[in-house]
């Protein structure tokens, strides 16, 4: 399982906590292969409007493309294919399950016994373990307008799902507000600079920024300097 396997996994685990669907954790998933042409608009980074291509997976509620995303892609990056071999991929007893536990959680939300923040976290990771990273993007928005102060999960999450897109800066972008969220948590600072090590290597402003952010919040623990020892030698 390579780098953002393990961190989709482990963003799956933290939504699964808070609603008990143990038997969802997926142990693998591979690469999504760049099949078709579909694409968001160019957008800056600091602008909230976005539109969607069409879906391929039926969703229990439509899309609400009236409500502006939290997270448009950067300028000039696009994806050219929304869909990937989800860790359920060609097994239709857990393609049916992941389904129904998709109307299940929907069922949950404004109920009152859950978060609905960690609902729609909880539905997106079940549309990423079908492959379809177009629903699991509008559904982390969803999360992200329902708390936009308190939980870094669902940008954390998009981080790991941009990533695997190949939209770099946005998922840059997206990691980064994982750990102003939620300052204190070590594993989003370190989820951080693994993505700028592993693929912004050359940016050393950036690095150098996110290290001095993570000990100044978390302090310099040792995973902090074994990162910063890797990435000098690369």
Do not use: C
């Not at 968001?40 to 602008?47: F, G, R």
């Not at 239709?92 to 923040?117: C, F, H, M």
Request: charged fraction near 20%; aromatic fraction near 10%; hydrophobic fraction near 35%.
């Amino acid at each position: 399982m390579n780098r953002v396997h393990f961190l989709a996994a482990v963003g799956i685990f933290l939504a699964l906590i808070g609603i008990g669907a143990w038997q969802f954790l997926p142990r693998t998933a591979e690469a999504p292969p760049v099949t078709n042409q579909s694409q968001l608009p160019y957008i800056d980074t600091n602008t909230t409007s976005s539109t969607k291509p069409n879906i391929q997976v039926q969703p229990t509620e439509p899309a609400n493309t009236s409500v502006f995303h939290p997270l448009p892609l950067v300028k000039g990056e696009s994806v050219a294919s929304w869909n990937f071999k989800g860790a359920y991929a060609d097994n239709p007893e857990l393609t049916a399950k992941a389904r129904n536990e998709v109307q299940r959680l929907s069922g949950l939300i404004g109920e009152g016994t859950y978060s609905d923040t960690i609902l729609y976290v909880s539905i997106a990771n079940q549309y990423g373990l079908l492959g379809d990273g177009e629903r699991e993007y509008d559904y982390l928005g969803r999360a992200i307008r329902s708390d936009t102060e308190t939980t870094g999960l669902p940008w954390h999450n998009l981080g790991v799902l941009m990533e695997r897109l190949g939209a770099l800066k946005t998922a840059r972008t997206a990691y980064e507000k994982s750990t102003l969220i939620q300052p204190g948590l070590s594993f989003y600072h370190y989820a951080y600079l693994e993505f700028l090590t592993a693929r912004m290597k050359d940016d050393t402003a950036t690095i150098e920024g996110a290290f001095s952010a993570a000990e100044n919040n978390i302090g310099k623990t040792s995973y902090l300097l074994e990162l910063r020892a890797e990435w000098e030698k690369s």
